[in-house]
């Protein structure tokens, strides 16, 4: 059994492989995780990092992704960790500046400005880190291929090298990547299938908020969310993101509803705002921010239909307020509710969230962890709730808040604006 065997259709000569054994004694790891210690960060990994993973973070350029990275790297400094910190695009002087600008400056912290990959594993392998960062993948060369930095040969090269040395080495590595808005083929979009986990910066560099969504994850649950203040100081995590985006809600204006959304096991409550106006131009706009546009048409289509409401010669505009996706369809209730709200000019009562799934035919279908979405709600002292009757009838537990359920739009109307 322990001989080695050619391969079918292959040489005569004996392969040497690997003998398989049984998972269950495969080796366990004694600490699983590291924790960063930074909370919001940790939530999208799953716990924390995993040894020998290979981490992706993405984003536009400018977003925030190696101030995240300074600020992981000094977190895990502090607990007493050795890390290594490898750039290719800054210098040791500039890096450092700007380190101490973040306050992420410690002795555990170890820098190199190497953009030799065959090097970059060598140091790694000497030092054996709790964890090596490379900022960025596309700065990287293999000394094999002649092709320039941040070509699509050099940067696939690059990350296999490392994916193998993580693995083979116990040593997690975070790579950052830079995703332009055409997606060029160099950028982190081919490199997903590669690496363990995924997370991708959202959000404007004009805005202050940034949202780290997890969009690939081996070890834990994937769409979870992390949500950042960038400060003078640096990132800074959001500890309630919910009364975050709630913060600058106009009351007692048309167009505007809360939904509660999940995003990964976390529930959020955000702003659905809808603005519909007679259109001057031949064909009317459907322009949607935060939302799929295609879902934005398709349920103007259902209100045309099943609710008799005239959408067709208006201009539509629909925006998610904050600066975050939702890409649920428990977002269809509130997408209808803030529509219907504008073109009837009917506020929507202050203190009533709507949630729930809406059908081609009109009917409202039930969600997924509706007692989260609950919940979460009543503890930022919302009263009302319109949602699906199928969620009604599986509600467990008593509430404080009035809920409403709702099998079909026109039922929601009455229910919303009786």
């Known amino acids: 059994m322990d001989e080695l065997r050619p391969i079918a259709g292959g040489s005569h000569g004996a392969v040497d492989y690997e003998k398989p054994h049984p998972l269950t004694a495969a080796p366990e790891q004694e600490n699983e995780r590291a924790v960063t210690g930074i909370e919001e960060l940790d939530r999208t990994l799953g716990g924390g990092i995993v040894a020998g993973s290979v981490i992706l973070i993405g984003g536009d350029p400018g977003i925030g992704k190696s101030t ?56 790694a392998k ?94 834990g649950s994937t769409n979870e969310i992390g949500v950042f203040e960038m400060k003078e100081e640096g990132l800074v995590q959001v500890v309630n993101p919910s009364e975050m985006f709630l913060a600058e809600r106009p009351l007692d204006v048309s167009g505007s509803v809360v939904l509660p959304s999940m995003e990964g096991t976390r529930p959020i409550l955000v702003e659905v705002q809808a603005l519909v106006s007679p259109t001057n131009l031949g064909t009317a706009r459907r322009t949607a921010i935060g939302a799929d546009p295609q879902r934005l048409a398709l349920l103007c289509a259902v209100l045309e239909k099943k609710a008799g409401m005239d959408l067709y010669g208006h201009d ?93 739009i026109q039922e929601f109307l009455e229910v919303l604006f009786q």
């Open 68 to 123: 995240l990275l300074l600020h992981m790297l000094s977190s895990l400094a502090r607990q007493g960790m050795t890390v290594l910190y490898v750039s290719g695009e800054e210098s040791a002087h500039q890096i450092k500046m700007r380190a101490r600008r973040l306050s992420a400056l410690h002795e555990n912290q170890f820098l190199a400005t190497e953009p030799a990959v065959e090097k970059i594993i060598a140091m």
């Open 126 to 219: 000497e030092m054996k880190p709790a964890l090596l960062a490379v900022d960025s993948i596309q700065t990287l060369t293999c000394q094999e291929h002649a092709s320039a930095p941040g070509s699509v040969t050099q940067v696939r090269e690059s990350a296999a090298r490392l994916v193998d040395m993580a693995k083979r080495d116990n040593i997690p590595v975070v790579l950052v990547g830079h995703v332009t808005k055409e997606g060029t083929l160099a950028g982190p979009r081919i490199l997903e299938h590669m690496v363990d986990t995924v997370l991708y910066f959202e959000g404007e560099r004009s805005h202050a908020y940034r949202v780290l969504r997890t969009v690939k994850n081996r070890f």
């Open 316 to 408: 539509i505009f629909l925006n998610i307020a904050g600066g975050i996706r939702i890409d649920e369809p428990a977002l269809d209730l509130g997408v209808i509710c803030a529509l219907a709200s504008s073109i009837l000019d009917k506020p929507v009562a202050a203190d009533t969230v709507v949630c729930g799934e809406v059908g081609l035919a009109g009917e409202v279908r039930a969600v997924g962890n509706m007692e989260l979405r609950l919940k979460e709600a009543q503890r930022l002292g919302f009263s009302g709730f319109i949602m699906p009757k199928t969620n009604v009838k599986r509600l467990r537990g008593k509430t404080s808040m009035e809920i409403s359920g709702v099998a079909t």
